[in-house]
């Protein structure tokens, strides 16, 4: 029989995927389908693609705008010069 890293009395029902911890109903946290013990789900409070990230993503959106405006910029120019090229 196997028990919780951090309940001794209670039986082990998974292990955290990330530090192998044997956790119990009360400690097991799932997060995609997969088993987490709760100082792992801490660790990972500040994930960049946790929702409280939002900063993150937005520059990441703004930069993929400018890149996509710098490549319609030159598409064109690229477009123009083409056409009227002598
Ligand atoms: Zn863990
Ligand atoms: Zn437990």
Redesign the pocket.
Known sequence: MVY????PD?P?IGICVRCRTV?????CTRLDGINHCHACLRAMGDRPEAPAGHRGGQMLATAGLVALAWLTFFGSLWLVQGRWAP
Not at 4 to 7: D, E, L, N, R, S
Not at 23 to 27: F, V
Request: hydrophobic share 10%; glycine share 10%; proline share 0%.
């Open positions: 919780c890293q951090y309940h209670r082990g956790i119990c109903r009360d400690c």
